[in-house]
DNA sequence: CGTCTAATTACACGCATGCTTAATAAATCC
DNA sequence: GGATTTATTAAGCATGCGTGTAATTAGACG
């Protein structure tokens, strides 16, 4: 009888008060899983709110209500992913004594394995002019790490393991380009290179770059001694 | 006495119609310029219209009676920036055999230098999800640039020239990392390294980059004859 | 049972966006 | 010199944005 009245429709259209079941915490939970794969994929101002809150299955509002806005949202996010990488880094930095240079590009390689948005991530909001964290995150990391690469460099060129004739500052950025940008480029690499993104891939390249990257910047003082 | 009535204003509100002195390409030229230095430095959706007009100085109209509308201005920005690069490309995939690889790093970096916005550019709609040409990127450079450079690579490794062990897709995809990141990182490098980004610091960092690169990738067959 | 709190919805506000249109005036043409 | 074309402006349109807010309801507490 085409009955458009409220009393009766009872579809998909939720009523307006607090659930029956309380599943409180799943509201919160949902909108943080959409809310990532989202501004991961297509970043922050792309997103909007409604978006993410249609991602979820959820309503627009609780956004405020959870994060205090689409804001909270994105710091409450970035903060998640990023303070393990940053734990890392201050962990380098303490003990780097003995912190072998080979090893660090596969485990930093690891690291953009295991969570594939970081590089991503690091690159839009440090290198483009987008996202509002800007400052936070150069503090956070390239002006964090790179000293600490730097020292590592000079320490590896003063043992005689790594060529004295390079500039150590140069060394380090051409540590993190091999290091992180077959990662931002991967979604393409695999079409483009006809590689698929799995665990025996990642072996291969790891042992690439250490490999290209090291007869590339060791000092070659005994050529014929280890084939 | 407080005149608002539009006959004695006058001021900088220009009149309604054609203007007198005819310039014309001006306003064209004028949008293009604006229009180019904001979509670069922040991205094709983060710029408005309104943006770019107010820079520009001229009325937001003229964007749709210039180029259509904002896709339109874009595209004749990118194109005018890109096609060089493709004609490039295309030129070093019909006289493939006599390019030195070496040679050919330095060359692309210089023109990194030469034109800034590019890597950003190739970065944000080839690599990021972003951006309305992304397919048109994609089609015009890595599908077109990585088979050159791969069959480059493959011959300079059947000639003995390069390592032979090495996967030459993997060694393609290290040669645009270290020539391409580089100057994405370029804003954050000179406040983070310390170094200025002029001639000198280009000569500087390519010689680094093709130094690394080709020790890395070059047979070692007389290791002591060079020192 | 009455009150209070937590969780959720619908709605609307103000603003910015890209785009369109009508009006207008100089330049050009026949 | 009147008609047409070209270049420009102001105003407005629909849409989508982030954010508020009042209403509503289930559960908790006394």
């Known amino acids: 009888m085409l009955n458009k009245s409220s009393a009766t429709v009872q579809r998909k259209r939720r009523s307006r008060g607090r659930p029956r079941t309380a599943h409180s915490e799943d509201v919160r939970e949902k909108l943080l899983r959409a809310a990532r794969d989202l501004f991961m994929r297509y970043g922050y101002r792309a997103v909007s709110s409604r978006q993410i809150a249609s991602a979820a299955g959820v ?16 710091r409450e996010i970035t903060n998640a992913m990023v303070g393990p990488l940053r734990a890392g880094i201050d962990a ?28 991503g991530l690091i690159v839009r909001e440090v290198l483009m002019q987008e996202g509002p964290l ?14 600490v690469l730097e020292k590592l460099v000079r320490r590896e060129m003063e043992r005689g ?11 380090v950025l051409s540590m993190i380009s091999l290091g992180l940008f077959p990662f931002l480029a991967l979604p393409v690499t695999s ?14 390249l790891i042992r ?7 007869r590339g ?6 050529p014929g001694s280890k084939k």
Chains 1, 2 share one sequence.
Not at 191 to 204: T, W
Not at 217 to 222: G, K, L, R, S, W
């Open 59 to 74: 309503n627009v509002a609780m956004i405020r209500y959870y994060f205090g806005g689409k804001p909270g949202l994105y």
């Open 92 to 119: 380098m930095s303490a003990g780097a004594t003995q912190i072998e240079l080979a090893s660090l590009i596969g485990t930093a390689m690891r690291m953009w394995a295991t969570n594939p948005w970081l590089p």
């Open 134 to 147: 800007r400052a936070m995150f150069i503090r956070d990391f390239p002006e964090r790490l790179v000293p």
């Open 161 to 171: 393991r790594l060529r004295a004739d390079l500039d150590p500052r140069l060394v």
């Open 191 to 204: 079409r483009v290179f006809g590689v698929r993104a799995d665990e025996a891939f990642l072996q291969h």
């Open 208 to 214: 690439h770059t250490t490999d290209v990257l090291t």
């Open 217 to 222: 910047i060791a000092v070659h003082d005994a």
